[in-house]
Antibody
Framework: EVQLVESGGGLVQSGGSLRLSCAASGFAFRSYWMTWVRQVPGKGLEWVAS????????YFVDSVKGRFTISRDNAKDSLYLQTSSLRVEDTAVYYC???????????WGQGTLVTVSS | IVLTQSPATLSLSAGERATLSCRASQSVSRYLAWFQQRPGQAPRLLIY???NRATGIPARFSGSGSGTDFTLTISSLEPEDFAVYYC???????????FGQGTKVEAK
């Protein structure tokens, strides 16, 4: 069974940093692109970042470029999102997802909440 | 590419047909997907590549369209189908992904 479990969310002050993690199991993690998607509570979905199978390529939504980095450890079946210079508007539930073709994800975790206070 | 979904809210009864629209600001490749999100849950992939049902998705869900106009149809609403639906596309280069703002299907 495919499982994705996010962790690392929490309350942080504006300008701070957090490292989000996503533990994957039940599939060949090293063979898939992976994605982070976020959702402000009560609002819509926003793609944040994606990384290719071996970590050599990564892509970001414009609003987080230069502040967030995405990485992976295929030996540990884990995906990461390092966030820095956090802003109040980064407050959201952050989901990791296993990318499939042109979709952001065919399997999703349950999300981890990041709250940025002013 | 901006995706605009309509209507914002669709009020229907169980058993009725739901037709959701997703319009792109410019022509989209075949990478058009639909997701369902129930309250308190993560999104669930329904349709990928315009018209292919994801694993385990019932046949009452179907996708169609091309170019800039795409449709998700639920042939006969079940109680569990009342949820928010998002369309999503992937641009070819550089790879970026965008979502529509969502359509809420609510019980009338």
């Amino acid at each position: 069974e495919v499982q994705l479990v996010e962790s690392g969310g929490g309350l942080v002050q504006s300008g701070g940093s957090l490292r989000l993690s996503c533990a994957a199991s039940g599939f060949a993690f090293r063979s898939y692109w992976m994605t982070w998607v976020r959702q402000v509570p009560g609002k819509g979905l926003e793609w944040v970042a994606s990384i290719n199978e071996d970590g050599s390529e990564s892509y970001f939504v414009d609003s987080v470029k230069g502040r967030f980095t995405i990485s992976r450890d295929n030996a540990k079946d884990s995906l990461y999102l390092q966030t820095s210079s956090l802003r109040v508007e980064d407050t959201a539930v952050y989901y990791c997802a296993r990318a499939m073709g042109g979709t952001v994800g065919d399997y999703w975790g349950q999300g981890t909440l990041v709250t940025v206070s002013s | 590419i901006v995706l605009t979904q309509s209507p914002a809210t669709l009020s229907l009864s169980a058993g009725e047909r739901a037709t959701l629209s997703c319009r792109a600001s410019q022509s989209v490749s075949r990478y058009l997907a639909w997701f369902q999100q129930r309250p308190g849950q993560a999104p669930r992939l329904l349709i990928y590549d315009v018209s292919n049902r994801a694993t385990g998705i019932p046949a009452r869900f179907s996708g169609s369209g091309s170019g800039t106009d795409f449709t998700l149809t639920i042939s006969s609403l079940e109680p569990e189908d009342f949820a928010v639906y998002y369309c999503q596309q992937r641009s070819n280069w550089p790879p970026t992904w965008t979502f529509g703002q969502g359509t809420k299907v609510e019980a009338k």
